[in-house]
């Protein structure tokens, strides 16, 4: 992570506010009036300097005080070059008129004076120019930084929402699968048992009341198991096979013809693709329950394909009325988004042709990838 001095960012602010938009030109912020006082408080500087010249060769020490201020108050590379070589002009003149030195001494004691003060000058620009652009590329570097910062965030942020969104999707799929399935085979049990009680059946009435009770608790073990987060209780009593042999009975017990195959379920199959399969299973014949009028159902899970190309496949067709064009509900929805999940496919289709009333059965198949 990078890290950097306050104390040197604090300096780098400053830096960044004091210098304008282009090189090579110092900010002072000031009022015109005290520029122009500026100005002329330094060449006031310089003429007194040349004019104790006159008097004194000492005073060419106060050329080191000079240059600057010029190069200062200037506030320009060229600026400072120009009121260089004007002075130097200036020192140039006065030690050949006052001193009494040849023009070719005077020249050459300004050029030196003139060549070290550009060098210094020229100098102190390029350190303040990297100075610049130094401090530019810290801010540009903090500016990066909080960019990224705050995109982290965001990042964070999402993927929390997406978390919970995904937990709630999850929750939702797991009520629809348990809970809401086994007070749906509560009600249908309880209205049969109504019929039966109005029609004085008491020994039907019996085996109702027993039916309900197993629902109750098969319903209260998937609830238990829903919030220990342990997956469905059917698993927890025993293997895929047997999981599913307790669907189909549940069907038979309702009336209907069911048959399973699960000679080529294959064993060893992740925890996961096993909840998944149990779970397209019993929404499958929930479906045939509550909408199919069917008399016959049949569930088989295969394999097909050879190797790296091998899938599951599980099938539920029944003989009832199908679907006759309604739109999927939440159950299929949830069953598409599982198989999904592992790579799989859905797809929900006739069984046969229609037949004399309009008939057409349903068949729902599901593939997954092993």
């Not at 091998?310 to 929805?333: F, Y």
Request: charged content about 25%; glycine content about 10%; aromatic content about 4%.
């Amino acid at each position: 992570m990078l890290t950097e001095d306050p104390r040197a960012a604090e300096r780098d602010r400053a830096l960044q506010e004091d210098r304008p938009g282009r090189l090579g030109r110092v900010h002072v912020p000031e009022s015109g009036g005290r520029r122009v006082a500026s100005l002329v408080g330094a060449w006031a500087f310089a003429g007194l300097t040349l004019l104790l010249l006159t008097r004194s060769p000492s005073a060419s020490v106060l050329f080191f005080a000079v240059y600057p201020v010029l190069w200062l108050v200037t506030r320009t590379r060229w600026g400072g070059a120009t009121a260089t070589l004007v002075f130097s002009a200036g020192i140039s003149l006065v030690l050949h008129a006052a001193r009494g030195e040849t023009w070719g001494d005077a020249a050459v004691n300004g050029v030196l004076s003139a060549a070290f003060s550009l060098f210094m000058g020229l100098w102190f620009w390029r350190v303040y120019e990297v100075s610049g652009q130094r401090s530019e590329a810290l801010a540009r570097e903090r500016e990066a930084r909080e960019a990224l910062r705050a995109a982290q965030d965001e990042l964070v942020a999402a993927e929390r929402e997406a978390a919970r969104t995904a937990e709630r999707e999850q929750w939702a799929r797991d009520v629809h699968d348990t809970l809401a399935q086994g007070f749906v085979s509560v009600i249908t049990l309880a209205q049969a048992a109504g019929g039966e009680l109005a029609r004085g059946d008491a020994d039907a009435v019996a085996r109702r009341l027993v039916q309900l009770e197993e629902v109750a608790r098969d319903n209260l073990a998937e609830a238990r198991a829903l919030v220990a987060g342990q997956g469905p209780a059917d698993l927890l009593a025993g293997d895929l096979a047997a999981a599913l042999a307790r669907l189909v009975d549940e069907q038979r017990r309702r009336g209907r013809t069911a048959s399973l195959d699960v000679e080529g379920l294959p064993t060893g199959l992740p925890r996961e693709t096993q909840v998944v399969v149990l779970r397209v299973v019993q929404e499958a014949l929930s479906n045939v329950t509550r909408h199919a009028g069917a008399d016959d159902v049949a569930v088989a899970v295969t394999t097909s394909g050879p190797g790296a190309f091998a899938e599951l496949v599980i099938t539920v067709e029944d003989d009832g009325q199908g679907t006759r064009g309604t739109a999927e509900g939440t159950g299929l929805t949830g069953m598409r988004a599982r198989v999904e999940a592992l790579g799989g496919t859905v797809t929900v289709d006739p069984a046969h042709g229609p037949d004399a009333d309009g008939s057409t059965g349903t068949l729902v198949e599901a593939r997954i990838p092993l």
